[in-house]
């Protein structure tokens, strides 16, 4: 089973990429960002909760995250394997992330960060304001949202790094140059596994 989890601060490009990924791999996405933004829609009693954080650029804290993540993995039977884009997001959700994984006998294979500087991310975001109907989409929250990334999950590099499971991307190109670097990588891990 092939599960990718897919890091980067705001605006570096994930959701594209993990969709790229997931059609060329056959995978089933997860993103985090998603799932709440559907609750919210639901207007459910996670989504609302969800929303006050997200509303402030902060994270939903670790329990409500995990545990929406680990029903709708336990929902999946039939996969080739999972993309996880925003997730984990703090230590305690890595550790509690490998935890699972490795009790399915499913663990987490390769983690690829998608790296791109703090002013093309701005830009990016800024840009992507216009075509979307993102709440958290306004300098206020954006900037919010890139310290939170600094302080919460740039951490799990080091973690990841100890398992030699981390691969960091330049993600300052366009989405198919990008796209062929994680391929590159992706693909060397299921020649040599």
Not at 37 to 46: A, F, L, M, P, T
Not at 115 to 139: F, G, M
């Amino acid at each position: 089973m092939l599960n990718i989890l897919i890091f980067g601060p705001p605006g570096s490009g994930k959701g594209t990429q993990s969709l790229n990924i997931i059609k060329k791999y056959n995978l089933i996405h997860f993103s985090t960002g998603n799932i709440f933004r559907e609750e919210i829609k639901k207007q459910s009693k996670v989504g609302i909760l969800a929303k006050k954080y997200i509303d402030k650029g902060c994270l939903v804290p670790d329990k409500i995250v995990v545990d929406i993540i680990s029903k709708n993995i336990n929902s999946k039977n039939e996969t080739k394997g999972f993309v996880f884009d925003g997730f984990p997001r703090t230590l305690r959700q890595a550790e509690f992330f490998d935890d699972f994984m490795n009790k399915r006998n499913t663990p987490v294979s390769l983690v690829i960060s998608i790296e791109v500087e703090e002013q093309e991310l701005y830009n990016r975001i800024l840009h992507r304001a216009k075509d979307s109907d993102r709440s958290d989409d306004n300098l206020k929250i954006i900037k919010n949202r890139i310290k939170v990334y600094k302080k919460q999950t740039e951490p799990l590099i080091k973690y990841f790094k100890a398992q030699d499971k981390y691969w960091p991307i330049n993600g300052m190109a366009d989405i198919d140059t990008v796209f062929n670097r994680i391929t590159n990588v992706i693909d060397n891990y299921i020649e040599n596994k």
